[in-house]
DNA sequence: ATATTAGTTGCGACAATTTGCAATAACCAA
DNA sequence: TTGGTTATTGCAAATTGTCGCAACTAATAT
């Protein structure tokens, strides 16, 4: 997934945030790297750039750039969070606990039960880029319960 | 939620497994403190009694109460993870991302997702104890997006 | 009771992530 | 340009959680 970076700088900026060379360089990597990054991944790649570029401003920024919903934060099955550039339309996944590895939803197959829950209890639940545990076909024989 | 003690001591010595004062003294915590509770509360309120008990005990402990069966894992809405001593029955919850308040949902709603997970994907779902995060009926107002 | 055995614990080191705070620098207005 | 305001960064310390390993002890048999 790509980034429109002159869309994004606007945006922010807008909003009253800055654009640093700090949130360029970690929203490229997490660019470059591809779907599902982690945090070291993207420290390793900046760090090359920039070494005086700290961790703390890359958890920081990671958070941040989520939170304007340009990269969007993926639970992991061992409890760690990957992330990876929104697209238009968020998706979730099925995260295999044995290998992995996951399958992309499309945000459609929550879309009824969003609705059930709202009208049932009031609660608006946060259908983007949700997550769910179990086994994949490959590693469903092999893997107890 | 309570617990049946000596049910339990005999489930676990079944399985090879050992009955010991730092176990019993977690889970009482656990059950004494109420649903939804953090390792580090547990820790407080175990340390009181036995100083000696390591941190390490206590995560390792939650840890495998809960592939008994005994407690089950609850992920809060800032990622960290939270445990309440398990029911008969699986149960799913609404957790509000700005209160952290929760609702419980009856196992049964997510079975046709499960279903259709299955069929369509050939993943299996593991339904047990899903958190889902989003924004309670009192504070969506007040709450952004 | 005593000994044997293997599951469990405590410790310390380590890895991962968060936070407070002073220094910095991006933005904007003049 | 220049200067002021304040969001942001880097650093270091604090949290939070994991791991290897030697010492310990619960369970079982003798
Ligand atoms: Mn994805
Ligand atoms: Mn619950
Ligand atoms: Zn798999
Ligand atoms: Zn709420």
């Keep these: 997934m790509s980034h429109n970076t002159a869309e994004i700088n606007r945006r922010l900026r807008e909003a009253g945030y800055r654009v640093t060379p700090q949130r360029q360089l970690i929203l490229d ?8 990054v982690s945090p070291d991944a993207v420290y390793e790649v900046v ?3 920039t070494p005086s570029l700290s961790r703390a401003t890359v958890y920081r920024t990671l958070h941040f750039l989520t939170e304007q919903r ?11 969070v990957a992330y990876e550039v929104a697209g238009p339309e968020p998706h979730h996944h099925l995260v295999c606990r044995t290998c992995d590895s996951y399958l992309e939803l499309p945000h459609s197959v929550l879309r009824t039960f969003r609705q059930r829950m709202e009208s049932q209890y009031d609660f608006e639940v946060d259908v983007s880029h949700v997550s769910f ?11 107890g319960a």
Tied chains: 1, 2.
């Design 70 to 80: 340009i990269l969007a934060m993926v639970q992991m099955s061992d409890g760690r």
């Design 29 to 36: 990597a997490v660019c470059k790297l591809g779907k599902h």
């Design 47 to 49: 760090r090359r750039n």
């Design 133 to 143: 545990f179990g086994h994949c076909n490959d590693c469903r024989d092999t893997a």
